[in-house]
């Protein structure tokens, strides 16, 4: 239960430094730009979270069958 409140911590604050990014890129390249860039960003850390977690799920499944 820890390291998944643990994951989930990260994951609000990834997503806030990718919103507080997104802010900041809003002023030197223009907003659609900005926003481009945040959603591809925000799409990889969820597609790595999914890939991640059925990884870990994958290796705990292997190792309770040992």
């Known amino acids: 239960m820890k390291n998944m409140m643990k994951g989930i911590a990260i994951g609000i604050l990834l997503a806030a430094a990718v919103v507080a990014g997104q802010m900041a890129l809003t002023g030197v390249v223009g907003f659609h730009t900005a926003e481009l860039v945040g ?4 799409t990889f850390l969820f597609c790595y979270s999914l890939f ?5 799920r994958r290796e705990a499944k292997a190792e309770h069958n040992r």
């Open 52 to 56: 991640w977690s059925s990884r870990k």
């Open 39 to 42: 959603g591809t960003v925000l």
